[in-house]
């Protein structure tokens, strides 16, 4: 019994590969077609591997494709070269196993204090079209989409002081400015929140921030 599995095995074995290998950021993943063993997941052998390199901006649905469409192919090149191609199989390596188990929405809270901007770039793009990545806001969760990294914080603000969940508005680019770890910076042009409709990064400025201008905004961490 053959599989196929979307990653370079054995990294990231289990059931969310694809998901993995973007929110830790890899630069390649591929497809792995194994040999099935019984009672065990994706430790069986290799029969044949492809790489595949990731964009820095590709996201799920993207990824998703592109190995949808290379599995099929490759396992079909298989299937044609079966039965002596099944002679070539090899072990997997003892080192580098990595897991990818099955995901929650809980993935999808962003701890500002963790995480770099790149790491919840990366977390973005590893859930989008699944999950919106998700955080607080006094008593409010809040979905974040449309979201980008920045290299600068709003241009005249002392980024050295900048504590990870701070929120500010850019009238340049019409965004939420949230620091991360770093410090570093994400814009996020679009939210939603609770009880309210879905709104831009100026609507929210104006509905949530603007009275509160003389005082720091923040995006917290809390357990949904």
């Known amino acids: 019994m053959l599989n196929i599995h979307a990653s370079l095995l054995p990294r990231w074995r289990g059931a969310a590969p694809i ?79 990595t897991y990818a188990p099955k995901i929650t929405s809980k993935i999808s809270l962003v701890k500002w204090d963790e995480k770099t901007a790149k790491n919840v770039y990366d977390l973005h793009r590893g859930l989008l079209g ?47 400015i949230v620091t991360c770890k770093g410090p570093s910076w994400i814009l996020v042009k679009k939210v939603t929140m609770t009880g309210h409709s879905p709104m831009n990064a100026m609507d929210f400025r104006n509905g949530f921030m603007q009275g509160k201008m003389k005082e720091k905004i923040f995006f917290q961490s809390n357990v949904i």
Not at 54 to 59: Q, R
Not at 60 to 66: G, I, N, V
Not at 71 to 92: E, H, M, R, Y
Not at 143 to 165: C, H, M, W, Y
Request: glycine fraction near 8%.
């Open 130 to 176: 699944l999950y919106p990545l998700t955080t607080k806001f006094g008593d409010k969760t809040i979905k974040l989409f449309d979201v980008q990294q920045t290299s600068r914080p709003i241009s005249g603000t002392n980024a050295e002081n900048d504590v990870p969940g701070l929120v500010r508005f850019d009238q340049k680019s019409s965004a939420l």
């Open 19 to 97: 998901i993995y290998s973007l929110i830790n950021g890899d630069a390649q993943t591929g497809i792995t077609i194994m040999k099935i063993m019984p009672e065990k997941f994706d430790i069986g052998e290799i029969v044949v591997q492809k790489k595949l390199d990731i964009h820095p901006d590709e996201t799920l649905p993207e990824l998703h494709d592109k190995l949808a469409k290379m599995g099929a192919n490759i396992l079909i090149d298989v299937i044609g070269k079966l039965p002596k191609i099944l002679s070539f199989s090899k072990s997997q390596e003892k080192t580098g196993i």
